[in-house]
């Protein structure tokens, strides 16, 4: 596993300390005190690196991660045939790997030439949503679900820039199952020939575990979950996301 930067702390702790603030700062005192409602203390790991801000933390011991993967495997329903496609250049591509999205009604996520349209919230994802809100302070409207039966099953390098995500809201990715590579390639340093030289930050994501891709990373970072054939075991990964309504994309939908 290559290196990167970490550094621990326990977010609510750290929170408590910023609201020891004096009296001036009464207003931003009190939201400190409604902020801490909402976490839970778990200890988190900084990943840093130019332009790359993340947080990686265990969110759920073994037992309720088994207990969330299994739950999930009886209810989400994933998209098959045409739906379960993805445009790239005019060209029609299977998608490797099983996709869902869940999340407020209404809501469409628009990617790769494909609208998604979110199904209502199932109680074990609003279950793992709440759970990442404790931990976060932030709340999420949608969540975009990717299931890998094996190691051949993978996601390619991409950003998850698309202009409805809102930029201050991290995309908050919840991961059940086998333990897969996850890979950043910051985008000035993709290939051999690239103008830069800029070592990529490699993780491995753990059953239970929760990564949160912070402002800026999606703007230079792109990520992938590469194949690994060894991998004979599947996982489900679950970004939460908020999408703000107004800047969705209009089109064809994907029910
Ligand atoms: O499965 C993963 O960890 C990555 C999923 C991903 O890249 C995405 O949802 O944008």
């Known amino acids: ?52 801000d993340c947080d990686y933390s265990l969110l759920f011991d073994k037992e309720e991660a088994d ?43 628009s990617f790769s030439g494909v609208h998604l349209m979110a199904k209502p919230w199932t109680s074990t994802l609003e279950r793992i949503r709440d759970a990442v809100t404790r931990a976060t302070g932030h709340t ?12 051949h099953d993978h996601i390619g390098e991409h950003r998850d820039d698309e202009r409805e995500l809102d930029p201050a809201c991290p995309i908050a990715s919840v991961s059940l199952g086998a333990a897969r590579d996850f890979i950043f390639r910051h985008k000035d340093a993709r290939t051999g020939s690239s103008k830069r030289q800029i070592e990529p930050v490699k993780l491995e994501l ?26 004979k075991m599947p996982r489900i990964n679950l970004t939460f996301r908020r999408i703000v309504k107004n800047r969705q994309k209009t089109g064809f939908k994907i029910e």
């Open 1 to 52: 596993m290559d290196k990167f930067v970490t550094r621990y702390r326990k977010r609510s702790a750290v929170e408590a300390d910023e609201c020891k603030t004096e009296e001036p700062f009464k207003k931003y005192k009190e939201e400190c005190e409604v902020e801490e409602e909402f976490s839970q203390p778990i200890p988190w790991k900084k990943i840093e690196a130019e332009g790359l």
């Open 67 to 109: 207990h969330l993967f299994n739950q999930l495997e009886e209810e989400v329903e994933y998209f098959t045939g045409d739906k379960a496609k993805l445009q790239v250049y005019g060209r029609s591509y299977s998608v490797p790997r099983k996709q869902a999205t869940y999340g407020d009604e209404g809501l469409m996520y």
């Open 206 to 231: 753990a059953h239970g575990s929760l990564l949160l891709m912070n402002y800026p990373t999606n703007t230079y970072w792109y990520h992938s979950l590469p194949v690994r054939k060894k991998v």
């Open 140 to 151: 999420f409207n949608f969540v975009l679900i990717n299931r890998y039966n094996d190691g």
